[in-house]
């Protein structure tokens, strides 16, 4: 946490497979609680799917709306572009890091379970892609709390 206190990211880019389930509910949450930067969501399939029923019902009763978003598929331009990007798991940050060289560029690449002031043993943000109600209502409140946690770094950030 220090380290992203320290980089003050303006550019935030969250990360997950499809963009259809965690890292939309991410980036809607943390533009609610970053007002003044910049974030975007983006996966690594294709672009043009519509959220699963489940995650806009459950993103609804927690005040975000997933109803009309469409994956992006992650871009070069979307890399260069972050200061800090936000991925879920092991497989998707060695992706971004390999990209990044590749670019040249060196933004900020963290994982967004490791805000979980809870320390739970697993870093990763579990897909509940295809999962039932209490998976989609498991991740999104650790999404919201590892969301908080950031904000709240980056709000102490000099």
Not at 42 to 70: K, M, Q, T, Y
Not at 76 to 81: F, H, L, T
């Amino acid at each position: 946490m220090a380290r992203v206190a320290l980089h003050a990211p303006r550019r935030l880019l969250v990360v997950c497979l499809g963009n259809i389930c965690r890292s939309p509910y991410a980036e809607r949450r943390l533009r609610e609680l970053l007002p003044g930067r910049e974030v975007r969501s983006a996966g690594l399939l294709e672009a043009g799917r519509a959220c699963p029923g489940l995650a806009v019902s459950v993103g609804r009763e927690r005040r975000i709306d997933l109803g009309e978003h469409r994956s992006v598929r992650l871009s070069d331009e979307w890399i260069a572009w972050a200061d800090l990007v936000l991925v879920m798991n092991r497989s998707q940050a060695a992706e971004i890091a390999a990209r990044c060289r590749a670019l040249g560029v060196s933004p900020l690449i963290e994982w967004l379970g490791d805000f979980d002031p809870g320390r739970p043993a697993r870093r990763a943000l579990r897909d509940p892609f295809d999962r039932d109600r209490e998976v989609f209502e498991a991740v999104y409140a650790r999404i919201d709390v590892c969301c908080r946690t950031l904000a709240g770094a980056l709000a102490a950030a000099p």
